[in-house]
C-alpha cells in the first residue's frame, strides 16, 4: 500500500514537472523578437525621408566642342569680314562628317583659331522661333543623355545692329533672318542621335 502511494506520488511529480516546462517563459523568442524590432526601428530611421535634402544629379557624358566662323571658300577664312553663307529658307537640324557636308565647310575657322584640316563633325542648327530672328547664338554646353539622344543648350543675344552681305561676328543675323550656329564636334560621338536644343534657362526651341 505504501509503495502504490509512493509510485503515485512520484508519477504526480513527474507530471507537474513535465507540465511546468510548457509554461516557462520562452526567453530565446522573446530575445529574437526583440532583436527584429530593434532592426526595423533602425532601418526606418535610416531610410527616413529629410526635409530639404537633395538628390544628386547623375553625370551625363559631355563631349568636347566648339562653335565655327563660317566663311565662304573664296574667302578661306583669312579675311576679317567673311561673306555670310545663305541661309535655310527655315529651321533646321543638319549632321555633318567629313564624308558628308556642304562645300562650303571645305574651310572653317574656331572661335580661337583657323582651321585647314577636317577636326570631326559639325552640327548645323537654325532656329525656326521668330522671336530670336537677329539673334547670335553660342553654344554653352553638349550633353549626350543616353545612346539615342543628345541635349545642346544655347545661349541666344539680339545682335546690336543690323547686317548687310557681308558681317563680323558678333553680328550674325539681321532682324529678318532666323538665329543659326554651327558647332564642331569630336567624331561620331553624336552621330545617328536625336537632339534637344534648348536656352540656358530651359526654354525648348524648335527647328521644324
Request: aromatic share 8%; net charge negative.
Amino acid at each position: 500500500m505504501l509503495n502504490t502511494l509512493r509510485a503515485s506520488t512520484l508519477v504526480l511529480l513527474l507530471s507537474l514537472i513535465v507540465s511546468g516546462c510548457s509554461f516557462a517563459p520562452d526567453l530565446s523568442a522573446k530575445k529574437e523578437k526583440d532583436a527584429t524590432s530593434a532592426s526595423e526601428g533602425t532601418e526606418a530611421a535610416n531610410s527616413e525621408e529629410i526635409e530639404g535634402a537633395q538628390e544628386a544629379t547623375e553625370y551625363k557624358e559631355q563631349p568636347k566642342f566648339a562653335k565655327l566662323n563660317i566663311t565662304s571658300a573664296e574667302n578661306r577664312g583669312y579675311s576679317d569680314k567673311a561673306h555670310k553663307i545663305p541661309r535655310a529658307m527655315g529651321g533646321g537640324l543638319w549632321y555633318y562628317t567629313e564624308s558628308s557636308k556642304p562645300g562650303y565647310l571645305e574651310h572653317y575657322q574656331t572661335e580661337e583659331h583657323h582651321q585647314k584640316e577636317w577636326l570631326g563633325d559639325v552640327v548645323h542648327i537654325q532656329i525656326s522661333d521668330k522671336e530670336y530672328y537677329g539673334y547670335k547664338a553660342t553654344p554653352l554646353a553638349i550633353e549626350i543623355i543616353n545612346e539615342k539622344n543628345a541635349r545642346i543648350v544655347l545661349s541666344l543675344q539680339k545682335n546690336a545692329g543690323d547686317c548687310g552681305s557681308w558681317s563680323t561676328d558678333p553680328c550674325e543675323a539681321s532682324k529678318k533672318e532666323p538665329a543659326r550656329v554651327f558647332i564642331a564636334v569630336e567624331k561620331d560621338k553624336l552621330k545617328g542621335k536625336k537632339f534637344i536644343i534648348e536656352t540656358d534657362t530651359g526654354e525648348k526651341l524648335s527647328t521644324n
